[in-house]
């Protein structure tokens, strides 16, 4: 006999807010329920659906264009109803072994590394990755500990990440051609 599996639900997230000209900004309360910065989520206005990239700082909000008030059948100023899940198609980074065993030996380095998205985990990695030597790497892991805990998300100051995500090994297959047209 099979084992029987359990699917993780993923909790829907419903508000009503106002819908302005070109941006739904999300309540507080809905805003909480989702990490901070970038997110993914598949969502409904007023049952219409779409698939959007909620961005934030302190809070989260989306673009919303004509054909979106059109199929909603809203106006800007109007109260609409959402409904929203997030979806985890943002691709994890590979988290070499040496830096994973470092930020689970820092409580606070560990719950900040859980909170941060996949995006901002994949930058640490870069960064890490990015020094040839192995001192550089060592001083790199214990920076990243120190600053995780700190509360940090991202690696600042660090220019090889915007040059070295098209074509770096872990990165690399996240890339996709833009469609022609």
Do not use: Y
Request: charged content about 25%.
């Amino acid at each position: 006999m099979k084992p029987v599996q359990s699917h993780e639900t993923k909790p829907t997230i419903r508000f009503s807010a106002r819908l302005e000209a070109g941006l739904l900004t999300l309540p507080k309360a809905a805003s909480a329920r989702l990490p901070a910065g970038r997110t993914v989520v598949e969502a409904t206005i007023n049952g219409f659906p779409f698939r959007a990239a909620l961005e934030g700082k302190g809070g989260h909000a989306f673009k919303v264009n004509a054909v979106m008030h059109d199929a909603a059948g809203a106006a800007p100023g109007d109260t609409v109803t959402v409904e929203i899940i997030r979806v985890d198609d943002e691709p994890a980074a590979r988290v070499p072994t040496d830096l994973r065993t470092a930020i689970a030996g820092v409580p606070r380095a560990e719950a900040q590394w859980a909170s941060i998205t996949p995006n901002a985990r994949q930058n640490w990695v870069l960064w890490l990755s990015s020094g040839k030597l192995e001192a550089t790497r060592v001083k790199r892991i214990k920076t990243a500990c120190s600053m995780l805990s700190a509360g940090k998300k991202r690696v600042c100051c660090f220019s090889g990440l915007i040059w070295m995500r098209k074509d770096h090994q872990t990165a690399g297959e996240n890339w996709q051609p833009l469609p022609k047209g």
